[in-house]
């Protein structure tokens, strides 16, 4: 579960599903566009399809991912492979300065939650110590703490409709400091990853922390608030969810949409059609708006502007100042994955998780010299934005949002490039841009350059909205698009084209059930299949690793599953680890050498109805303890490179 499920409407209002097209093709083997000879493998044998019409197979396929598969298991605890260890390295409430003791995270209150680290844990980054080495054994931890699921942190707190009128102001302020953003410098000795409990480094980022706005929605007047009349000081993050790094050594967090966190009328706004687009309701999902004006949407107005952007952290400098880069979009961010392309262009991948939102690109102006790593920081702030249309005939395109270019003019209320941004959804519906499954996280492959999107599934999709890649009427399992940029293999790959190829990587559900409509490699076993793919990484030898969210609703456990996207077992996932009940995987991020796996265990015991029937006190499971969202480290047994 997460916060968008059940919670935010975020329909499209207005805004039609622009093509009705059937699925003409389930496979495009051997489809290639310039790239001819390096991407032969794509041409993979024996998807299901031929697995469930009965077709016998000779062998199964040899996977490179070298570890016994963890058998299907779903409890209070989480699993991983045997030969691995899966070991708790921080969580909700932990001391992140000297001198603090353990707390009881159930007596916590504001400024204690301020100091200490936050709540449901999601994208995760490792940022090697010293700045510029490739460290494996000693790091920054850089983990987004994306919102609270107080229902099991407050006593008889139900996540009902009664919820937003049920907090205290106490409650709602405690919640605030458990979001945005924690840092802590971890080292790994003798295999056992800790914290640095007293480091300078150590930081909480949350919803109070002032970050600059940057690019061209900095200064705009529909930016300005009592608080920053001049519209360049924002007041803290949000829904902090995905991410990325950057190569000058900076971490991007994604707001993913901060529409049910505002209460008010939304219709006294005077961006209301705006504001509605991006989902905003008055739902004042945490209480906010009772307490703080700033949440009130018809009483500070453009405050609800100063979210959803993606927010650059320099994480070795605990006294910077994060910045909003407004150049990257407006949106219910989910992915800011960042790749140098061959010409030294900075391109940033972005998904919008929202029913039938769009997948997004962002590629610099400026290159980055990678013999002057500070000058990158501001490479962000001036490019340009595109969103994927996706053709029936294996193409996509990247089509530029651009004020001035097609209907992004004045007379379409585009009059300026801040417009352009701050209604991004609007100028992407208006050039026409696919509408998806809910897009999550992207990555590229670091060895085929190829980009991959996870869309985790759409419970609103119906047969007349489907397009060339959101095939199935009854999505409740997701897919995994992948695109193939021109101009060859790993740093060949033209990041920057106008033009990709794209194919369906994965179609995600229960082999076994007929009805779902999979797309997995035929030797995928029975604890092998995944739902709802939602974050992803990959190894440094190029193989992928798939976190779930969701997975619960067809009792399994969510987890990490390894794939190999290309070779004899293309498609053929294995499970790693499995994530105990309630929770999500999120966030899975390796080491530079590959031989930590970090993956964040979100929300364990959300499906519990309040702290009275808890389905897990993960990962104390101490009596009257209370479960905590943590981060994990996977290694081999024997501190070898992961599935090697
Ligand atoms: Fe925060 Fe789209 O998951
Ligand atoms: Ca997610
Ligand atoms: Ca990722
Ligand atoms: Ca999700």
Redesign the pocket.
């Known amino acids: 579960m997460?916060h968008?499920?059940d919670t935010s409407p975020a329909t499209r209002n207005g805004q039609p599903s622009i093509r009705t097209v059937i699925a003409e093709r389930v496979s495009r083997r051997g489809f290639l566009l310039g790239s001819g000879a390096t991407l032969g493998a794509v041409a993979a044998q024996g998807f299901v399809g031929s697995l469930f019409s009965g077709q016998a197979h000779a062998q199964a396929a040899q996977s490179t991912l070298q570890f016994t598969e963890l058998k299907r298991i779903f409890d209070e605890t989480h699993h991983v492979a045997d030969g691995y260890r899966a070991d708790v390295v921080v969580g909700w409430g932990d001391p992140m300065q000297a001198g603090q003791g353990a707390i009881d995270v159930a007596t916590m209150d504001a400024a204690e939650q301020a100091a200490r680290f936050g709540y449901n844990c999601d994208y995760i980054a490792y940022m090697p110590l010293p700045r510029g080495s490739q460290s494996s054994d000693h790091g920054l931890l850089c983990v987004n703490n994306e919102y609270t699921s107080f229902n099991v942190m407050f006593p008889d707190f139900p996540d009902d409709e009664g919820a937003p009128a049920r907090f205290t102001e106490a409650q709602v302020k405690m919640s605030n400091m458990a979001i945005g953003h924690s840092i802590v410098e971890i080292k790994r000795e003798s295999g056992t990853w800790s914290v640095v409990q007293d480091s300078p480094l150590n930081r909480r980022i949350t919803l109070d922390t002032p970050m600059t706005i940057a690019g061209p929605l900095a200064g705009h007047d529909l930016m300005k608030t009592s608080y920053d009349p001049e519209g360049k000081l924002a007041r803290g993050t949000n829904y902090n969810?995905g991410g990325g790094v950057t190569p000058w050594g900076t971490v991007l967090t994604c707001e993913e949409g901060a529409s049910d966190t505002f209460g008010g009328d939304v219709t006294k706004n005077p961006q209301a059609a705006v504001l509605e687009r991006y989902g905003y309701d008055g739902a004042d999902y945490y209480g906010r708006a009772r307490f703080e004006d700033r949440f009130n949407l018809d009483k500070e107005p453009n405050e609800p502007n100063r979210f959803d952007w993606v927010v650059e952290i320099d994480p070795y400098d605990p006294a910077s100042t994060p910045v909003k880069r407004t150049a990257l979009g407006r949106m219910a961010h989910?992915a800011s994955t960042v790749v140098v392309n061959k010409d030294g262009r900075v391109v940033v991948y972005m998904g919008d998780?929202d029913y039938f939102e769009y997948v997004y690109r962002f590629v610099s102006d400026g290159a980055y010299d990678p013999a002057n790593p500070s000058g990158g920081k501001d490479l962000l702030d001036s490019g340009t934005l595109s969103v994927a249309v996706f053709n029936s005939d294996g193409t996509l395109n990247w089509v530029p949002l651009v004020q001035g270019q097609g209907p992004l003019t004045a007379e379409n209320g585009f009059a300026t490039q801040a417009d352009v941004l701050l209604k991004t959804r609007l100028a992407a519906d208006a050039v026409g841009a696919t509408p998806m499954d809910?897009p999550?996280d992207m990555e590229t492959n670091p060895v085929t350059g190829r980009v991959y999107a996870i869309m985790?599934k759409n419970k609103k999709i119906s047969a007349d909205k489907l397009n060339p890649v959101n095939t199935r009427p009854e999505n409740h399992y997701g897919h995994i698009v992948e695109m193939i940029p021109p101009g060859g293999a790993g740093a060949d790959a033209d990041h920057t084209a106008e033009s990709y190829g794209w194919d369906l990587f994965v179609l995600a559900g229960n082999p076994k059930d007929p009805a779902h409509g999979v797309r997995f490699h035929q030797d995928t076993s029975e604890s092998g299949w995944f739902v709802?793919p939602?974050?992803l990484t990959f190894d440094p030898k190029g193989r992928m690793f798939v976190a779930t969210?969701?997975a619960n609703d067809f009792d399994i456990a969510d987890g990490i599953y390894a794939v190999d996207t290309d070779g004899p077992a293309r498609g053929l996932p294995k499970l790693l680890f499995a994530a105990p009940k309630g929770a999500?995987a999120?966030g899975p991020f390796f080491t530079p050498d590959g031989t930590t796996l970090f993956v964040s265990v979100q929300h364990p015991a959300e499906d519990s109805e309040t702290t009275a029937s808890l389905t897990t006190l993960w990962p104390d499971f101490r009596e009257g303890s209370l479960p905590r969202p943590a981060v994990v480290a996977i290694q081999r047994m024997d501190g070898l490179e992961v599935a090697s």
């Open positions: 997460t968008h499920d969810c989910e998780d809910r999550e985790t709802n939602d974050n969210d969701g999500e999120t």
